[in-house]
């Protein structure tokens, strides 16, 4: 590794990423990272038990169960959603240690997103609900049964060419009897009133999508004082300018808040923007493109009982892309919301290129179902498939920071790639604890006191005439002796399998024929029997049956 002081910082700071999580681990530490480094090291794995096969993984099969299970485990049914919140907070200051402070923006960029986990063949498991599954036969409605996800993620700074890396800071299951909307300001309420956080008293600016324009979404935010939200806007919405009184005349009654209608459909509503600021995009393709940007300050949403809006006015931002024949390059505007207490801070390019960060969320749902197997864990119990999503937020965290130590492996097509561009996620699954250490203690297997005891044999087990029996759990002293034909048995596919057999077209053998001595050529032989046979007999029969000549 070249000696470079951002690498060694960087290798630092994953080496105490590492072992501080090791020590926030309640139980099964060693099996937890060592799960851990399988995930992040098989970008190709179909099944979560199938990490087990990964040789960083240094147990057996079932410790992946057993891992998983006791990674947050309640004390009580009446604590587990207390104990799950606290664990959590634990898990976003332990990540929110390691980010990055802004060095080209004036402030932090978070993100909300709902990933659908679809589980429509797991009968068993409580509180499913209906979820988003795109659909591509048209016609058909995009849902199924499972659980939804809301991910709260910082979107660090980044070049034109740089990878989509996303860092989740806290994740949450969407209940039956929640809204994604209440429990990502939750989330976020939670994140930027920690004081812990390195960001709770900066400015941050938070981005979401069309769903959390809702009041039930602005309206638990909006009184933040150091966060401005940016969230899309659907068009059929009917906004309000702020009502002018005459100071000539005093109304009685109710004082009046909403004034003229905004209808984001009729244009004819809208009146001279209030700011405009052209700017240009240059596309991963080499395409230029124009946006419009217009801006009407100062606008107000109707609230509802317990969440009035009409205290949290808003700026409204109307995007329009062009290519260089000056036509729209979409169909429809894209209008934006930016809400908060700071909004006059951020400028409407900076409100526009924070939003388009958001599409990074999206790449890393789709990276986390192919590459970390974030959909693939099939449980009936609720807490262990939590669990996992845990270990998958790990996995990303992990793979974020040794986004810088490892060596690019680019496919041949790849070649011409800027030199950023050539990792993405996908591709930073190479490190492993041989390149920066594990704080896991030395793996020993174990065997119980007094288990069953094995002797060697075709398969790991004495046979007895085509049926397989363990010896009993006290391993055999001198006086048990192993019967001879079991022996000549081992000897004969032992030699049977020699590199001189398998040149002459020695195949491998499957468990019927092992246990039943079956010929190939003459199925409907009877069995061949090694009970009572001399070594040269059994090897005379053997070689018979598999061809070949002694």
């Not at 630092?12 to 799960?35: K, N, S, T």
Request: hydrophobic share 40%; aromatic share 10%.
């Amino acid at each position: 590794m070249p000696n470079d002081p951002h690498t060694t910082a960087g290798l630092a700071q994953l080496r105490q990423f590492r072992q501080e999580l090791y020590q926030l681990c309640p139980a099964r530490r060693d099996a937890v990272l060592d799960l851990l480094d399988a995930l992040c090291s098989s970008p190709h794995a179909r099944s979560v038990v199938e990490l087990s096969l990964n040789a960083l993984f240094r147990h057996e099969y079932s410790s992946v169960y057993a891992a998983i299970a006791n990674l947050c485990q309640a004390s009580s049914p009446e604590q587990a959603v207390a104990e799950r919140h606290a664990w959590d907070q634990r898990l976003a200051r332990l990540i929110g240690r390691y980010l990055p402070a802004p060095q080209q923006r004036p402030f932090w960029l978070l993100g909300t997103d709902v990933v659908p986990v679809p589980r429509p063949y797991a009968p068993t498991l409580g509180d499913k609900t209906y979820v988003y599954q795109p659909n591509a036969v048209a016609g058909n409605k995009p849902v199924t049964i499972g659980h939804a996800y809301s991910l709260t993620s910082c979107l660090p700074e980044k070049a034109a060419a740089d990878p989509p890396w996303v860092i989740p800071l806290v994740l949450r299951r969407v209940t039956s009897t929640e809204k994604a909307t209440v429990v990502g300001a939750e989330q976020l309420r939670a994140l930027v009133t920690d004081e812990q956080q390195p960001f709770h008293q900066d400015l941050c600016v938070h981005v979401a999508d069309s769903a959390y324009s809702a009041v039930e979404f602005l309206g638990r935010v909006g009184t933040l004082s150091n966060l401005i939200s940016v969230t899309r806007s659907p068009e059929n919405r009917v906004c309000y300018r702020q009502f002018v009184a005459d100071s000539a005349t005093t109304p009685a009654g109710h004082p009046r808040w909403y004034g003229d209608r905004f209808a984001l459909k009729d244009s004819a509503t809208w009146g001279a923007p209030d700011e405009t600021a052209p700017t240009q995009i240059l596309t991963r393709h080499g395409h230029q493109y124009t946006v419009e940007l217009q801006g009407w300050r100062n606008l107000l949403m109707r609230g509802k009982r317990g969440l009035p809006m009409h205290q949290h006015p808003f700026t409204l931002i109307r995007a329009v892309i062009r290519d260089q024949r000056g036509q729209p390059v979409f169909k429809r505007a894209l209008w934006l919301v930016v809400l908060g207490e700071q909004r006059d801070v951020l400028s409407l390019v900076d409100a526009w290129a924070a939003y388009r960060q958001r599409y990074d969320l999206e790449h890393f749902f789709r990276f986390g179902k192919q590459r970390l197997l974030l959909a693939a864990y099939q449980t009936p119990v609720v807490e262990h498939e939590e669990n996992w999503l845990y270990l998958v937020q790990l996995a990303a965290v992990q793979l974020w920071l040794a986004r810088d130590l490892v060596e690019a492996q680019l496919y041949p097509w790849e070649r011409y790639l800027p030199p950023r561009a050539r990792r993405p996620p996908a591709r930073c699954s190479g490190a492993g604890p041989a390149l920066f250490g594990t704080p896991c203690v030395g793996h020993r297997p174990r065997r119980p006191n007094g288990g069953v005891k094995r002797l060697a044999g075709p398969l790991g087990r004495d046979w007895y005439g085509g049926r397989a029996k363990k010896w009993s759990k006290r391993p055999p002293g001198p006086a048990a002796k192993r019967p001879s034909y079991a022996n000549h048995w081992s000897r004969c596919i032992s030699y049977c399998f020699q590199p001189s057999a398998r040149r002459s077209g020695v195949t491998r053998l499957s468990k019927v024929q092992y246990l039943q001595a079956k010929p190939v050529s003459h199925p409907h032989e009877p069995h061949f029997s090694f009970m009572n046979q001399t070594l040269e007999d059994t090897e005379r029969i053997v070689l018979a049956v598999f061809g070949l000549q002694s």
